[in-house]
Structure formats: C-alpha cells, structure tokens
C-alpha cells in the first residue's frame, strides 16, 4: 500500500508547478557550494584519471572491452569521452559541473519520493539534506566525479518510479544504475518488494513484473551488444573474480577502512541518525520497510569485495536521509536544529575539502612533468603502478590496455601482499600484455610500486624486460624512469 496521504499531495498542478519553481534554484545553490572544493584541483582520485585516461583512448580509436579495459559498465567512460568530445580533454571541469547536475537530479527524486508521503516540507527538507549529507565523506571520495556520483541518479530514480507505480521506468532506472557501477542493480530488490507489496492493488501484477524485466534489460542488452556480449559479460561479471574475491590476510585493514568510512558518514548525518536512534527506541519500529529495504541493499553494495572505500558509501545516503527525514517528521521540534546542525558539519567537510594536502596530487604531476619532458606525444608510455592519471596529466598514451598494475597482478589499496601477483591476474592479461609490448616496445617505464608488493623484483617476466631492453635514467619522488635502449 502506497506511504501517500492526501496531505501530502499537492492540491493543483500549478502548486506543484510553483513548489519546484521556489526549491529548484536552492538546492542548485546548495548542490554548487558543497562540491567548489571539487573545482580546484585537476583530479582527486585514480578513479579520474582512469576514466579520463580511458576517454582519451577511447576518441583515439580504442575499443571498449577490448584495446580499452575496465571492470566497470561502460556508460561512465562514454559520458567523460562525450564530453571530451564538446569541451576539449585538457580538464575535467565539464565532468565536474555533470557531478553537480547528478547530485541535483538525485535530490530532486529524494524530494519527490519525501513529499509524497510527508508534505512539501519534507520533501524540501530532504533535497537540501541529501546534498548536505553526501558531500560527508573524505574529500577524494565526496568531490570526484566518480562512478558512484553517477550511479545514484538512476537508483533514486528507481525507488521514485517504484514508489508510484512506474515499472518499466523503475526497471530503466536501475539499469542505467548497473551501467554505471555493478552494485547499482541492488535498488531492485526494494523495488521488486514494493510490486509484491502493491499486488493486490493491480489489475494485472504481472504485467507490472514483465514492465520492470523489460525496462531492466533492454538496455543493459543494448550496452551488451554495443560492446560485444561476451566481452561486456567478462569485464563486468566474470572476469573479476579475483578483485571481488577473499580478502584473505587483508581483514584488520578491510574493517579499520569499514568502519572509519562508516564513522565519518555517521558523523556528517548525525543528527539523522540520532533521530532515527531515537524513533526506533520510542516506537520500536519505523512504518516504511522499503525505506529500510533499500538501506539494507545498499549496504549490502557497499560489503560486495570487501574493499570498503569511502566513495562507496555514497550509495547509502539517499535512503539513509530519507529514513531521517521520517524519523523528524515524527519530531518536529528536531527539525531545524537537525538542518542547521547537518549544515554545519557539511560546512566542516567543505573546508576538509579546500585544505585537503595535495601529496598524492603532487606526485602524480612531477611523475607527468617527467613523462613529458623524456617523451614526445606519439610516445607510449608504461606507467607501472596505481595511479592512471599519470598517462592524463602527461598527455601520453599507454602502452598497454591495462592501465594499473591491478589488473596483472590484482593488487589493490590496502589489500597488502595477499592474492597480489602473476597468478591473481585478470585471465589471459600477461600474455597480452607481453604481446602488445613486444610490438611496440614504449618509449618510457616508470617503476611507480614504490616498495608494493607488486613491484618488478616480484615478477620475473617484467624485471627481464626492463633488463633486456632498458636502461635506469633517474627518479621522481621515488618512482624510477626507464629509458629504452639505443
């Protein structure tokens, strides 16, 4: 049965009309001021300079899912190239203001999912809570244009869809999700619950089902036989096994990492949480399952691998806010200390954000400078280690499709010296990766491990390479250059 009262739906069209009119450009204010931290640098994460790397490849000729490589759905890396394609790919400022229009687009469904079943006061209320909320994160996690971002207009739009009836636009909504990031696809599950809930209601409760099959899979069958099935089905499922795998010998870190992610979210919505705490304890449940469904899938997302980075997190703010929002609108002498105080904090993340040090940022660019300086443009480049901005801030191509070592040795950030090496790779990565730099030997090899347990002393096949048909020339803060012999 629909959360809907009929105090909580607008009277005419030209109410409704006039509502969004007034809340429009505050939540466009709001949306602008908590990301300007996101303006002031050229990138923020490896997630940045992967897809930028990838555009670039991309508008060169490359081929998704095959001379270019992710484990990630393709609707990311064809919006940065798209934009590339309009503005240049010198910046990703244009990516930036797309970020802004998302967290917007996001909002504005949290709004309408709120005032449907609390009033217009809530649904206002809601809009300027989830911006506030969503910027509650380390700044490379909050600011950057990520895969997350991206994703949470289509699973917002989901539930917004779900939540009136609209099946096959809710099934649209969820794979435009899942074609942004995989764990996007979790908003089915409460809007699959919410069809079951809503059967007796429905002349025809199958059709419903079938309008939602229908919307879920004609495009994620459209991205499939853009990209070529079999290769789309590898890179996005199948062939991540590994990454997605145990995190054997990595668990102190995996929980430190869950629980700090954790700990900074709760603090940005704590006074959501505690309203939440507290209806729980009074009334000892809350009335929207959904809500909680929701909540719960996403939080499931989050667990999926084990990595628990803070960007991952984004996925859990829409229902927890809208949880919140529920919870005040059963206090509401909470309400206004609760937004001024979100706002206040969402203020402290904001400066968290302009004062954020710049070491990893620094490194990227001297590591470039020197990519560029020993290089010319028709130049390929291996960059080996993390961090791909490197091939964007230097404007080279990679000599490779596998633009981290990840990928060949299945490293990742804090998984330490546990499934990382040759055997762990992506199948059938070495020998490609062996093929396509004996066909075209690069120019320059930056040694980027800095001590990780992927470096080339662990793997034979890359330390003969750099023996055979390279010399050691210098270092940068602590990465070490290769020039390729005469």
Known sequence: ?????????????????RYWLRLLPLLAAVALATRLPSFLRPIWNPDEGFLATQARMLANGGVLYDTVVDRKPPLLPWAYQGLFALFGDGSLQPVRVLAIAAHLLTALAVVGIARRRWGNRAGAGAGVLYLL??????????????????????????????????????????????????????????????MWRDRDRSDDPGRGGAHALLGFLVPIGMAALITGPGRFLFWTVTGSGSYASSMSGSWPTALARALGNAAILSAAAGALVAAIGHILLRRRAVADADLWLWLASSAVA?????????????QLVPPLVLLGVDALHHLPRWQRPALF???????????????????????????????????????TVLIWGMHPEDYWLADRQPASRYLTAGFLTNFSGGRGQHQVGKAHAVPGAWATFEQETRARRPALVVDDSRGAPYRPSELPALERMLDDHYERVGTVDGAVLYARKS
């Open 1 to 17: 049965m629909s959360n809907a009262s009929p105090s909580a739906t607008p009277d005419t069209a030209a109410t409704a009309t």
């Open 302 to 314: 989050v667990v999926v691998g084990f990595h628990f980075f803070g960007h991952y997190y984004l």
């Open 133 to 194: 909320v969503s910027v509650g994160l380390a700044p490379e996690d909050a600011q950057a244009a990520s895969f997350e971002v991206f994703m949470l207009p289509g699973t917002a739009g989901a539930f917004y869809f779900a939540d009136r009836g609209r099946w096959a636009l809710a099934g649209t909504c969820a794979a435009l999700a899942a074609l942004t990031k995989q764990t996007g696809g979790a908003v089915l599950l409460p809007v699959l619950w919410m």
């Open 341 to 379: 105080l979100t706002a206040v904090v969402a203020g402290v993340f904001v400066v968290w954000g302009l004062l954020h040090p710049t070491k990893e940022l620094d490194h990227a660019e001297a590591v470039a400078q020197a990519v560029a300086e020993r290089t010319d443009r028709q130049d």
